[in-house]
């Protein structure tokens, strides 16, 4: 007695071999190209960035980019270089990076070196060759107004630049800016503690 189920196999089995059959006699034919059905799209024309371009209103291929937007990688940050906006960073932005991050700490030290250690010094105790030749010396990074910085006053002292020390927004990126905070950190952790010097009138501590 044939069940319904058998039914139902058999025709599943009857549509696998249709389905096979089908296979082999429409495999396509390997030594002739594909069909192109919009060969403008696939062979359209390139310009160069500063070649003429006739396909825009000024005649350029460079355009600018729409207002408002932003480029990839340089994310806005919403403060001004005043003090209290970097105390306001420091409430606002958190450190991104996790404190025991071997791969951010190893990358930090690197940006230290090349941007910091020059006034800083290696142990952050603002001993670096530029202070040691006559520079303003930046106080220790030990110092307790220094240890007692958030994470996000530190990075807008980074972006924004205080007292004698300038912006690093440009020479640094976001996530880099982050990863030298986290390497500082570190410093601090093992460098005993270091009064902080007094702050001159008209002119902010630089970390």
């Given amino acids: 007695m044939i069940t319904r ?25 390997l ?17 160069n960035a ?5 396909n825009f209103p000024d005649g350029k291929t ?3 980019p729409p207002e408002g937007s932003i480029p990839r990688g ?4 919403h ?8 105390l306001l960073a420091g409430e606002e932005l958190l450190q991104p990076l996790p404190a025991n991050d071997p ?7 690197a940006v230290f070196k090349n941007f910091c250690q020059e006034c800083h010094g290696p142990a952050g105790k603002g001993d670096g060759p ?3 030749r006559g520079f303003p010396p930046p106080p220790p990074l030990a110092a307790d107004h220094a240890v007692k910085m958030k994470d996000g006053q530190l990075f807008h002292i980074l972006s924004y630049g205080q007292g004698n020390m300038p912006s690093y927004a440009s020479q640094l990126s976001r996530q880099d800016r982050w990863r030298a905070i986290l390497y500082v950190r570190t410093l601090q952790q093992r460098a005993p503690a270091a009064a902080s010097p007094p702050v001159v009138a008209g002119k902010g501590a630089q970390p």
């Fill in 103 to 109: 791969v951010a700490l190893e990358r930090g030290a």
């Fill in 79 to 86: 403060y001004s270089a005043t003090p209290q906006d970097a």
């Fill in 50 to 54: 500063f070649a003429a371009n006739p």
């Fill in 74 to 77: 340089f994310l806005p940050i």
């Fill in 31 to 47: 030594t002739r190209p594909n069909l192109e059905y919009f060969p403008n799209m696939a062979h359209s024309p390139r310009y």
């Fill in 130 to 132: 530029v202070a040691l």
């Fill in 62 to 64: 460079l355009q600018a």
């Fill in 5 to 29: 189920r058998g039914v139902l196999n058999a025709i599943l089995l009857l549509v696998l071999l249709a389905t096979f059959a089908l296979n082999v006699a429409v495999r396509p034919d």
